[in-house]
């Protein structure tokens, strides 16, 4: 990092897709106090800290360049289904569906924080995301991944039922502690 400017990073984007409702779903884990709440009109400053909160070391940099415009218009719509999990009583993931293509749902972010990591909670919530998506009638799901995620993505998508049908090359450019700070601190 040459004068603080970030370097980009090269990615491979692997897109899944599963074609049917798995025949069963990850038990939900004992012992554990959880919640999945579906969002409605989700504020703004709350779906930033979500997205920085889950997607800061794995680089989810997208939607936190977007403004304020921009991310309404996508969040708002009466069709997209945002659901935050809860552990503990306090926000520990959340998964956002993009159901608005005519057969097929987007399973466009799923993740969780890192305290929740290593609970014995992450098959069940991907249960519960896939069992979301294919509540909204599609003929597919898709998800996408790439090689900076959690390396227990990949191979969890494909145990829940995904199948990779495409990969490709990309640039992620990070975000400055600064630029995060100010898209999630925005007033």
Same mark, same amino acid.
């Given at each position: 990092?040459?004068? *603080?400017?970030?370097? !980009?990073? !090269?990615?491979?984007?692997?897109?899944?897709?599963? =074609?049917?409702?798995?025949?069963?779903?990850?038990?939900?884990?004992?012992?554990?106090?959880?919640?999945l709440?579906?969002?409605? @009109?989700? /504020? +703004? =400053?709350?779906?930033?800290?979500?997205? @920085?909160?889950?997607? %800061?070391?794995?680089?989810?940099?997208?939607? #936190?360049?977007?403004? @304020?415009?921009? #991310?309404?218009?996508?969040?708002h719509?009466?069709d %997209? @289904?945002?659901?935050? +999990?809860? #552990?503990? *009583?306090?926000?520990? &993931?959340?998964? !956002?569906?993009?159901? =608005?293509?005519?057969?097929?749902?987007? +399973?466009?972010?799923?993740?969780?924080?890192?305290?929740?990591? *290593? $609970? &014995?909670?992450?098959?069940?919530?991907?249960?519960?995301?896939?069992?979301?998506?294919?509540?909204? &009638? /599609?003929?597919?799901?898709?998800?996408?991944?790439?090689?900076? !995620? =959690?390396?227990?993505?990949?191979?969890?998508? $494909?145990?829940?039922?995904?199948?990779?049908?495409? $990969?490709?090359?990309?640039?992620?450019?990070? #975000?400055?502690?600064?630029?995060?700070?100010?898209s999630?601190?925005?007033?």
């Amino acid at each position: 990092m040459e004068n *603080g400017a970030l370097q !980009d990073i !090269d990615v491979t984007v692997t897109f899944l897709e599963m =074609h049917a409702p798995p025949a069963a779903s990850p038990p939900v884990p004992y012992n554990r106090q959880i919640a999945l709440l579906k969002t409605r @009109d989700i /504020p +703004l =400053h709350f779906y930033r800290y979500l997205m @920085d909160r889950v997607g %800061r070391k794995w680089h989810w940099v997208n939607v #936190l360049r977007l403004n @304020d415009e921009e #991310l309404s218009a996508g969040l708002h719509r009466e069709d %997209r @289904d945002i659901r935050v +999990l809860y #552990l503990d *009583g306090a926000p520990a &993931g959340f998964f !956002d569906l993009k159901p =608005h293509l005519p057969e097929e749902v987007e +399973l466009a972010y799923f993740g969780m924080m890192e305290h929740a990591h *290593g $609970q &014995g909670i992450g098959r069940w919530f991907l249960g519960a995301a896939i069992s979301a998506a294919w509540s909204h &009638g /599609p003929k597919r799901v898709t998800v996408q991944t790439c090689t900076l !995620d =959690h390396p227990a993505a990949l191979p969890l998508y $494909q145990k829940l039922g995904f199948t990779p049908v495409a $990969q490709k090359k990309e640039i992620v450019h990070p #975000l400055s502690f600064a630029e995060r700070s100010a898209s999630v601190m925005r007033p």
